[in-house]
T-cell receptor
């Protein structure tokens, strides 16, 4: 089983739908992340959870709502999205940063979202 | 704030040829530097990382990268490319003491001709 698993791999939704993306990590990590990957743009960090508490929210619209019920699971709840929200959403996990700073991120395969 | 520039959007090389992918960063001190690879339909996989010490870093799949402070660069190299190396490559920078927040470049798409 891969270290970071994301479901669904593909999702098509209308602008009025409510859906959720799920991420599960089997690496014993204590930090989890949501990134957005759009064509021809750098990866955008959306949310960071450290020990199940949100520590970063990079000005993400409220139509994206994260949830981290425990250190192994991370959700991204989607509601009334716009077509420009269509992208690959990547989940990642890592050990907590130390005083030395950044650790290695382990990524899932992503959830390809299309908003009609 | 840190930033990363990957000046080459697309690169095509012949199988067996050498490869160098460019990465320039902007940061006030010595950053943490990473190279990730993404195959179609896949997530990102870490190739190598630089935190401190030896400026020539060895990674997986035969890749290496060299940190050059004077040029603010962290170029990725491979002496002989294999067809399976075709993928998108991302350079990323992190700030020491800044937590696990990485800033990624826009990526370089590598095509390998047989």
């Amino acid at each position: 089983e891969t270290g970071v698993t994301q479901t669904p791999r593909h999702l098509v939704m209308g602008m009025t739908n409510k859906k959720s993306l799920k991420c599960e990590q089997h690496l014993g990590h204590n930090a989890m992340y949501w990134y957005k990957q759009s064509a021809k743009k750098p990866l955008e960090l959306m949310f960071v959870y450290s020990l199940e508490e949100r520590v970063e929210n990079n000005s993400v619209p409220s139509r994206f709502s994260p949830e981290c019920p425990n250190s192994s699971h991370l959700f991204l709840h989607l509601h009334t999205l716009q077509p420009e929200d269509s992208a690959l959403y990547l989940c990642a996990s890592s050990q907590l940063p130390t005083s030395r700073g950044t650790g290695e991120l382990f990524f899932g395969e992503g959830s390809r979202l299309t908003v009609l | 704030a840190q930033s990363v520039t990957q000046p080459d959007i697309h690169i095509t090389v012949s199988e067996g040829a050498s490869l160098e992918l460019r990465c320039n960063y902007s940061y006030g001190a010595t950053p943490y530097l990473f190279w990730y690879v993404q195959s179609p339909g896949q997530g990102l996989q870490l190739l190598l990382k630089y935190f401190s010490g030896d400026t020539l870093v060895q990674g997986i799949k035969g890749f290496e990268a060299e940190f050059k402070r004077s040029q603010s660069s962290f170029n990725l190299r491979k002496p002989s490319v294999h067809w399976s190396d075709a993928a998108e490559y991302f350079c990323a920078v992190g700030a020491p003491g800044g937590g696990n927040k990485l800033t990624f470049g826009t990526g370089t798409q590598l095509k390998v001709e047989l």
